[in-house]
């Protein structure tokens, strides 16, 4: 039976967290072993970009559970290990420090890392990126007020990063080379929003440029863009998006393709060995569709489905799937993935910040976005989670309680 099992979970970020954790509330009472290369307890990684950098949180407070509640979980935590080699033949793992350990089910949960810039001048110490506490930790002695900040790359990242940085009295400009900011991920209502609003405080874009040169030595001092002007800066946080890591499972001969390939349940081709979190591009049964996600509910609700699937359970269904951003005082929170030919409905202000956009497509919410509306996310979450037919004429009324477009309870 299932409590003769080892199962070993490798990747303790949030993925892995939860997953030994699901396991345990699923019922498994078996041998659980979870290893990470990081050098410390699991913690979560929203808040680098966010309260550490305006100096809210220090990084003791990151931790996704206590060193006690991980005791009572009954873990073999090894933090600060690596996994070198994953030997499916002979369901083995061998660690940095050449030991070896076997598993009967494997759960891969490596992460993404971020993507580095690999031109001339992206090894400078005061170039940056910013995944962990070990970024944030050499990051932060040179996080001074009056010093300037380039930042490449106008996504969520580099976007926090530049909130926190003109708060805290940094001069700072982003460069984005494609005309908008968010380009992949929003619409272009927001995207305008979000620029106005970091203009308001002070942040200087170059939208449209590429970077052609990280310049000067041993430190960078200016950044030179493609059409041949220099910023002189002190230092450079580059957010241009991250990679997989996928190493283990493709020199095992599993199927990766920008992202570990597993099934509904998480699980590769492979019956012993799942995949959850960033690194996995898993089959996602509300779009119907593979895809690879990079966002804490996506890993914590994968956590669950394998830990339910590797207990021989049914997998649950996916949710329709979220995710948040905190820059300056606005809260965004946005529910499924934005569409281009769907129709926007825009309730409330752009201009106030206090609105939101629904997307509507043949009567049905599609994706949608709230900015300072927590109540509209969560009714919006139900909307368009549940495919419920809705009125576009009557959706742009600000009067309406998006409420009372959901079934009523029985
Ligand atoms: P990770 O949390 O990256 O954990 C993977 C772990 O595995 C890492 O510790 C890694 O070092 C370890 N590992 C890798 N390979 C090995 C190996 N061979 N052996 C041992 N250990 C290994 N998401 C949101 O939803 N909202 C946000 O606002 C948000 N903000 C973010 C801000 C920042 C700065 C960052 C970096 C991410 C943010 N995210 C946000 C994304 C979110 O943090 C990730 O989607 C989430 O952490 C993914 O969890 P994971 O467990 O798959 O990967």
């Known amino acids: 039976s299932e409590s003769n099992l080892h ?56 931790g996704l559970r206590s060193a006690a509640a991980w005791e009572k979980l009954d873990v073999e935590m090894r933090m600060g290990q690596s996994v070198e080699h994953l030997d499916r033949a002979a369901r083995q793992l061998q660690l940095l420090d050449g030991s070896r350990l076997d598993y009967d ?12 810039w690999t031109l001339p001048g992206g090894d400078r110490s005061n170039v940056h990126t910013l995944r ?16 300037r ?26 460069v984005e080379n494609q005309p908008r900011l968010l380009a992949r991920v929003a619409v272009p209502l927001l995207s305008d929003f979000y620029l106005q609003l970091h203009q308001d405080h002070g942040v200087e874009f170059e939208l449209g440029q590429g970077v052609a ?8 001092t200016a950044v030179e ?24 499972a493709s020199e095992s001969g599993l199927e990766v393709n920008d992202g570990i390939v597993v099934d509904a349940g998480m699980q590769t081709s ?12 898993h089959f996602n049964t509300f779009y119907q569709a593979r895809m690879r996600m990079e966002s804490v509910p996506a890993a914590q609700e994968q956590a669950k489905v394998a830990a339910a699937t590797i207990l021989g359970k049914a997998p649950p269904a996916h949710a329709v799937p979220w995710f948040w951003s905190d820059q300056y005082d606005v809260k965004l929170q946005m529910i499924g993935q934005p569409v281009a030919e769907a129709e ?11 609105f939101s956009l629904c997307q509507v497509q043949q009567g049905i919410i599609v994706a949608a976005a709230t900015l300072n509306r927590t109540q509209e996310f969560v009714a919006l979450r139900r909307l368009v989670g549940e495919r419920i037919a809705v009125d576009a004429v009557a959706l742009a009324d600000p009067e309406l309680a998006l409420k009372s477009l959901l079934p009523s309870a029985v």
């Open 132 to 147: 962990s506490i070990d970024d944030l930790q050499r990051l932060l002695p040179a996080w001074q007020a009056g010093r």
């Open 270 to 281: 492979d019956p012993a060995v799942w995949a959850i979190g960033d690194c996995c591009r």
């Open 213 to 220: 040169h990280l310049l000067g030595e041993p430190e960078v």
């Open 344 to 354: 926007l409905v825009v309730r409330g202000d752009p201009a106030g910040g206090d």
């Open 149 to 174: 900040l380039v930042v490449i790359g106008g996504g969520y990242i580099g976007l926090e990063v530049a909130a926190a940085a003109s708060q805290h009295g940094l001069k700072v400009t982003v």
């Open 225 to 248: 863009l493609s059409d041949g002007r220099q910023l002189e800066c002190d230092l450079v946080v580059v957010g241009i998006g991250s990679l997989p890591n996928t190493s283990l």
């Open 7 to 62: 199962i070993v979970v490798v990747g303790a970020g949030q993925a892995g967290a939860d997953c030994v954790n699901a396991l345990r509330q699923q019922g498994f009472a078996g041998r659980l072993s979870l290893i990470g290369d990081e050098p410390r307890l699991p913690y979560r990684r929203p808040p680098l970009s966010k309260a550490c950098l305006l100096g809210q949180a220090g990084v003791d407070s990151l």
């Open 105 to 116: 089910r494997l759960v891969l949960a490596t992460g993404s890392r971020a993507r580095r």
